[in-house]
């Protein structure tokens, strides 16, 4: 009678090992799946608004695959209705070809300039690493909304 009691308390046993390890696993599983799906990290670095017709706007974008890379996005907005509504999107260089935290570092801009003519003139420059400096300057226009090589 004992060794049917201890074979029926070690099989409960071991299966409630098996369940938490299942629910261990399931929850492993979901956060990496969720981790997939989140949004990438990003950081605003400079902005500037021409009068009330444009407002532009650098974001470093932390690359999923790469902690250390990072994009830079160009966004315009136009002023529509009381709200900025983006018109255009450019990135800036290469996809990933950016050092994630030279950019959102306090000295990540070397030049953004624009000036509130039609079409904007717009010059972009930013660090590439502290020991490199800053990169050759981004030359860009925008003309009714949009972000055109300069």
Not at 81 to 102: A, L, N
Not at 120 to 149: D, E, F, M, N
Request: glycine share 8%; charged share 15%; net charge neutral.
């Amino acid at each position: 009678m004992n060794l049917v009691r201890n074979h029926r308390t070690r099989r409960a046993a071991m299966a409630g090992v098996a369940l938490v390890t299942a629910a261990v696993l399931g929850t492993v599983g979901a956060t990496t799946a969720d981790a997939g799906t989140a949004a990438p990290q990003s950081q605003q670095i400079a902005s500037s608004v021409l009068g009330g017709d444009y407002k532009i706007t650098l974001t470093a974008l932390r690359s999923p695959e790469d902690e250390y890379a990072a994009s830079v996005r160009l966004q315009v907005f136009t002023h529509d209705t009381g709200t900025w509504k983006e018109s255009d999107r450019v990135t800036v260089g290469d996809v990933d070809g950016w050092f994630w935290y030279p950019l959102t570092g306090s000295q990540a801009v070397c030049e953004f300039t624009t000036a509130s003519t039609e079409p904007a003139p717009l010059t972009v420059s930013l660090l590439v690493t502290p020991s490199i400096g800053c990169s050759a300057p981004a030359h860009y226009v925008v003309k009714q909304g949009r972000v055109y090589a300069g």
